[in-house]
């Protein structure tokens, strides 16, 4: 069975460029997580899918990052235009059932941004 | 809203001896406990869970412990071996805050041959 799937895998881009992440979760997973990993620091939500549906995007700086998840299945992230603090590694993870469950969470490898 | 702090941040032992990783939560209601390994370029592999109406489970060479009172749960791994070798974070969720999953930073842990 395949993972999570996600791309670019690496970019490196100049600052106030846009930048767009790609995300292809399991195949019947219906939450999806988008997260912000700064390096030495455990992983962040930034905006948690339930099907179509942005359950929890609290933590998502909605002034250069956009997200969208079109008939609950791939999801991108966007960020325009982005900034030199937003270099990072953005993870995206899946799992089957509501986020109340407690169910186990797959990531994907990541995308590793370098913003110059 | 929930807090994890997660000890030592880096962790050095020696093959076959075992390592314990602790973790501190602040939220009471938090009930689901799980631990992420991560390697180098790869995405966090849950590798244990334990839920907040268990005191202590076991897989293999893993094991976690959650006290509840304490508000702290630890990971042991037993017979180390280099392959064990990564970043372990501990994490905590609960009704508080929508389910949010609250990961503490992190362990790096070196097993050395």
């Known amino acids: 069975e395949a993972g999570v799937v996600q791309s670019p895998r690496y970019k490196i881009i100049e600052k106030k460029q846009p930048v767009a992440f790609w995300c292809n979760p399991i195949?019947?997973?219906?939450?999806l997580y988008w997260y912000l990993q700064n390096l030495g620091q455990g992983p962040e939500l930034l905006i948690r899918?339930?099907?179509?549906?942005?359950?929890?995007d609290s933590q998502l700086p909605k002034d250069r990052f956009s997200a969208e998840r079109l008939k609950g299945v791939d999801s991108t992230l966007k960020i325009q235009p982005a900034e030199l603090g937003d270099s990072a590694v953005y993870l995206c993870?899946?799992?089957?059932?509501?986020?109340?469950?407690?169910?186990?969470?797959?990531f994907g490898p990541g995308t590793r941004l370098t913003v110059l | 809203g929930e807090n994890v702090e997660q000890h030592p941040s880096t962790l050095s032992v020696q093959e076959g001896d075992s390592a314990v990783i602790k973790c501190t939560y602040s939220?009471?209601?938090?009930?689901?406990f799980p631990w992420y390994k991560q390697e180098l370029g790869k995405g966090p592999q849950l590798i244990i869970d334990?839920?907040?109406?268990?005191g202590e489970k076991k897989d293999q060479r893993i094991a976690v412990t959650l006290n509840k009172t304490a508000k702290h749960f630890s990971l042991h791994i037993t017979e180390t071996q280099p392959e064990d070798s990564a970043v372990y974070f501990c994490?905590?969720?609960?009704?508080?805050?929508?389910?949010?999953?609250?990961f503490g930073a992190g362990t790096r842990l070196f097993v050395k041959a």
């Open positions: 993870a899946s799992s089957f059932g509501t986020s109340g469950g407690g169910r186990e969470q797959f």
């Open positions: 195949s019947g997973h219906n939450t």
């Open positions: 994490a905590a969720k609960g009704p508080t805050g929508g389910f949010k999953t609250i």
């Open positions: 899918y339930e099907n179509e549906e942005a359950v929890d």
């Open positions: 939220d009471s209601a938090s009930n689901y």
């Open positions: 334990i839920r907040s109406n268990v």
